[in-house]
């Protein structure tokens, strides 16, 4: 992806293909509504949801080398974007309620980003529903009151068949493809059928009827695990084929793959990134000059750590292509602890693929037991995240075990507990850089502890239990708000002012009242 924020850039930008599906591709008027209390009321702009969902809304992917210059291809395609703040009794921080119009129909959806680019759908034309990007979707609106239930039952084949009924009422199908030609032509034919959209899967993944998985917590994962004598990385193999429905071997092709993107943009940040639209200047290149020169404290692994982080990040904020892992914000820490420890280590690209498995796995138990979201779960949603996937991966990297792995995970994830989200003048800069240096020092710190015994006392589904919690616990103003912390210093005021000067207003969507009527 590029941009600054998973959460924001990557998930918005699904929600905005989804939105320009529900519409055939035909938008002409959207209506953005956000409540004040989120985080999108304050972070749309400078946090890159705008960039995303309207490249969505134009079809983009979330590489697209066009989003930068989302705004004049907005209006080069003639859509009329409004977006209102105002209270839309949304539970959710990062709530997008969308209403979409062309010449012939008025369209709504209310959608949700859950964190490191994952979304879910929960309402469109007033009924209540759930979609994750993560199945082929056909709606069937049909005239009120009617049903095709029993002839779509008698087709079998689906994963899912659900009827919802709000301003209209139509039949959701989840399936692993659309509908074939045949059944589609059979369906238009029908009374009962008033028009049918189509909405193709967002995420990489797909799920699918009855999915099941191995293991869910640290806890099970060792009970599975028990005859069987498994390192991380493998369990990580396990646990993918299984819930992606892939061979194993594809599992490690497709890390391969990511691993190849991530040591591609640090080789690129490394080089030396330029973009004008940043509040932080190339601070990797005077590192490394440093290292070179050998004017640092002496830590090789470390430096390169922290060189490889900042090569990242920067690529990041100059609109490079990341892998968001686990999220945007805080991409620098892992790859970077990963790859800088092993270029400094000398090891070959197999073990930072095994590495990155590994650090997956506790990815996967802090998605399913916690969030990836600093808006729900502050920065150790973040950056702790990305510590306590890095522990692991480095242990692996150090020819530890699956017990060091998940004692290093769990050590690093208990000194990240509580940290902030306050990013400086609305930007994913600062002090993200320093926070995703400080995750990938303290992972690095956490293996060397694991690898020599130390005590972690406190299990890895216990410390992910209380980071839900104390992530909850957190007030709004630092949850990626931009209401408190640093955000809200005198310099970083001045700083989001003169970046709002430069961006010019003649490019600024405006906030006006609403005059957008949806039936
Ligand atoms: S402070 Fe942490 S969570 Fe907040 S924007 Fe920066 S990296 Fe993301």
Redesign the pocket.
């Given at each position: 992806m590029r941009g600054p924020?998973s959460s924001h850039c990557a998930a918005s930008l699904r929600i905005g293909r989804m939105c320009r599906d529900l519409m055939d591709g035909d938008i002409k008027e959207v209506l953005i509504e956000y409540d004040p209390n989120g985080s999108l009321a304050t972070t749309h702009k400078g946090q890159g949801s705008d960039m995303g969902l309207f490249g969505g809304f134009l079809g983009w992917e979330a590489h697209d080398e066009r989003l930068p210059d989302y705004l004049k291809a907005v209006k080069a395609a003639g859509m009329d974007i409004q977006i209102e703040i105002h209270d839309i009794q949304a539970e959710h921080p990062n709530t997008y309620k969308i209403s979409l119009k062309n010449e012939h129909e008025e369209r709504k959806m209310i959608a949700l980003s859950t964190g490191g680019g994952m979304i879910e759908v929960i309402e469109i034309d007033g009924a209540p529903l759930f979609m994750a990007g993560d199945y082929y979707e056909t709606l069937i609106y049909l005239q009120k009151g009617s049903s095709i239930l029993d002839y779509l039952n008698s087709l079998g084949g689906f994963d899912e068949i659900n009827e919802h009924s709000g301003d209209m009422d139509f039949v959701q199908i989840r399936a692993q493809a659309f509908l074939s030609d045949e059944i589609m032509q059979e369906l238009e034919a029908m009374d009962e059928v008033l028009f049918i959209k189509k909405l193709a899967p967002v995420l990489p993944i797909m799920s699918r009827q009855g999915v099941s998985v191995p293991f869910i917590t640290c806890e099970e994962m060792l009970a599975y695990n028990k005859d069987k004598d498994l390192e991380l990385w493998e369990l990580a193999i396990e646990y993918e084929s299984m819930r992606g429905n892939i061979p194993k071997l594809e599992v490690i092709d497709r890390m391969r793959d990511l691993v190849g993107i991530m040591q591609k943009s640090i080789d690129y940040g490394l080089l030396g990134t330029e973009y004008a639209d940043r509040i932080l200047g190339n601070q990797s290149k005077g590192f490394q000059e440093k290292m070179e020169a050998d004017s640092l404290v002496h830590n090789e692994v470390l430096n390169k750590i922290i060189l490889y982080v900042t090569a990242m990040m920067e690529v990041k904020s100059a609109m490079g292509v990341i892998v968001a892992a686990p999220?945007a914000?805080?991409c620098g820490a892992l790859p970077g602890a990963v790859l800088g420890a092993r270029a400094a280590m000398n090891l070959p690209e197999e073990e930072a693929i095994k590495a990155m498995l590994a650090a997956g796995m506790i990815g996967v138990f802090i998605s399913a037991h916690a969030t990836f979201a600093?808006e729900v779960g502050?920065?150790q949603?973040?950056?702790g995240s990305g510590s306590g996937m890095a522990a692991a991966a480095i242990v692996n990297l150090g020819g530890g075990n699956l017990a060091q792995s998940l004692s290093a995970s769990s050590q690093a994830l208990q000194n990240s507990l509580g940290?902030i989200?306050?990013?400086i003048a609305n930007r994913?800069e600062a002090?993200?850089l320093g926070?995703?240096i400080m995750a990938a020092s303290n992972a690095l710190s956490c293996a060397n502890m694991a690898l020599a015994n130390y005590d972690h006392l406190i299990p890895l589904d216990e410390v992910i239990e209380t980071m839900d919690k104390v992530g909850k616990s957190i007030p709004n103003d630092l949850r990626?708000t931009t209401l408190g912390g640093l955000s809200i210093t005198k310099t970083s005021k001045e700083i989001e002012a003169r970046l709002a000067a430069n961006a010019g207003e003649g490019e600024e969507i405006q906030l006006s009242p609403s005059r957008f009527k949806v039936c």
């Open positions: 924020s999220t914000g805080a600093a502050g920065c949603a973040e950056c940290m989200c306050d990013p994913v002090p993200c926070k995703n990626c």
